[in-house]
Structure formats: structure tokens, C-alpha cells
């Protein structure tokens, strides 16, 4: 099955920006997906990307795609301390089920 | 639309007990998912409708997990005989004909 593999923790300072990584083993992925959950909340759909894309930009959230190296990035410019949450990717093909990382903990300090 | 709700939010439970939970799908949402996420863990799937046929069912879903979508709108996820590995947030999502899950705010069940 898939793999999708995620740093757990990631920390910046208020105005920087945060780069989250993910990093999947299944090539065949059709959509790449970047969710935010907030603390004892559902998952919030952020951002998605085809696989026949390199770059999608919505407002201060830019995707990434390294189909060869089986690479996804989330950039958040201009992070805020609203921002800090857990992000979790997620990847599906054809059969409609993500499969998702572990999540990534940003935490945006003053 | 108000998105996707769930009921209970929370739900205590003695071990050997049987629990329900319901998901309300944003309506015309053809597919409705159900995935568990334990602390610290992505959410796992746990089985998928489409209108009202159960499509799939993950390996972790054993006998004494039950799902049904009656008319293809809201669905009930029952545990039968609740044990304490089952505590943990249980997520629903619903989606339109493309491929992006719109999910609730989850019912978090404890098992003691």
C-alpha cells in the first residue's frame, strides 16, 4: 500500500515562512491533498493538487510536486499564529481512498 | 450548507457496551467516508459509501463494526462489544463527484 511520510514537528517565528514536507512511495496517485486540523477538530480541506500538476498557488498557500522524486511541499508565507496546527497530506488514485501521513505539527512562536 | 455534522461529539462508554454514532453528509455528497484517528496518527480509513451501497471496508474494521447508509444520505457507524482499543476520534467525511473530502468535527469515544 501506500506510504506517506511526514517530519512529525516543525517550528517559526510569526512573519516567516513555514514549508511543510511529504514525501510518498506510490507513484500512481492521481490527487495530492493538504489538510489542516485544528485541536479537537475535524480535518479542513486546504489545498489540492492534480499529479499532472508542478505548482498550484492559493493565496498565502503554494503546493509543490516532485513527481520524480516523489516530493510534495505545502508553503505557508506570511505564517501566522492562527497557522499553528496539525497538516496532514494525503494522497489517492483511482480508488477514491486517501491515505494519509502522520500529520505535521506547526507551531508558530511570537 | 453547514457542512458535515456528527453525533455525539462525545461519548463515554463502559468495555462490552454497543455505541452509535451518525454522520450528517453536506447534502448531494454522493460518498461518505468513515476513518478513525488515534493521538498522533493520520486518520485510517475505515469504509466508504457511495449513495447507499458500501463500496469498501478496510481490514480494520472486524465483525464487531457495522456501517450502513440507509437512503443514501446520513449514515450510522455501530461497535458492538466495545473494547478499549477502540477509543479514539471518528471521523466522517463526505465528497462530490471530484476527489476532496469535506470531513466533520468528529465523535471522540472513550472506552473505560
Known amino acids: 500500500g501506500e506510504d506517506v511520510e511526514q517530519s512529525l514537528f516543525l517550528s517559526v517565528r510569526e512573519g516567516d515562512s513555514s514549508v511543510i514536507n511529504c514525501t510518498y512511495t506510490?507513484?500512481?496517485?492521481?490527487?495530492l491533498y493538504w489538510y489542516k486540523q485544528e485541536p479537537g477538530a475535524g480535518l479542513q480541506l486546504l489545498t489540492y493538487?492534480?499529479?499532472?500538476?508542478d505548482m498550484k498557488q492559493d493565496q498565502r498557500l503554494t503546493v509543490l510536486l516532485n513527481k520524480k522524486d516523489k516530493h510534495l511541499s505545502l508553503r505557508i508565507a506570511d505564517t501566522q499564529t492562527g497557522d499553528s496546527a496539525i497538516y496532514f497530506c494525503?494522497?489517492?488514485?483511482?480508488?477514491?481512498?486517501?491515505?494519509f501521513g502522520r500529520g505535521t505539527s506547526l507551531i508558530v512562536h511570537p | 450548507d453547514t457542512g458535515v455534522s456528527q453525533n455525539p461529539r462525545h461519548k463515554i462508554t463502559k468495555r462490552g457496551q454497543n455505541v452509535t454514532f451518525r454522520c450528517d453528509p453536506i447534502?448531494?455528497?454522493?460518498?461518505l467516508y468513515w476513518y478513525r484517528q488515534t493521538l498522533g496518527q493520520g486518520p485510517e480509513f475505515l469504509t466508504y459509501?457511495?449513495?447507499?451501497?458500501?463500496?469498501?471496508k478496510s481490514r480494520l474494521l472486524s465483525d464487531r463494526f457495522s456501517a450502513e447508509r440507509p437512503k443514501g444520505s446520513f449514515s450510522t457507524l455501530e461497535i458492538q462489544r466495545t473494547e478499549q482499543g477502540d477509543s479514539a476520534m471518528y471521523l466522517c467525511?463526505?465528497?462530490?463527484?471530484?476527489?476532496?473530502?469535506?470531513f466533520g468535527p468528529g465523535t471522540r469515544l472513550t472506552v473505560t
Open positions: 459509501f457511495q449513495n447507499e451501497a458500501q463500496l469498501e
Open positions: 447534502s448531494e455528497h454522493n460518498r
Open positions: 467525511a463526505s465528497s462530490p463527484q471530484r476527489d476532496e473530502q469535506y
Open positions: 494525503a494522497l489517492s488514485g483511482g480508488s477514491y481512498i486517501p491515505t
Open positions: 493538487i492534480f499529479s499532472n500538476m
Open positions: 506510490d507513484s500512481s496517485s492521481t490527487y
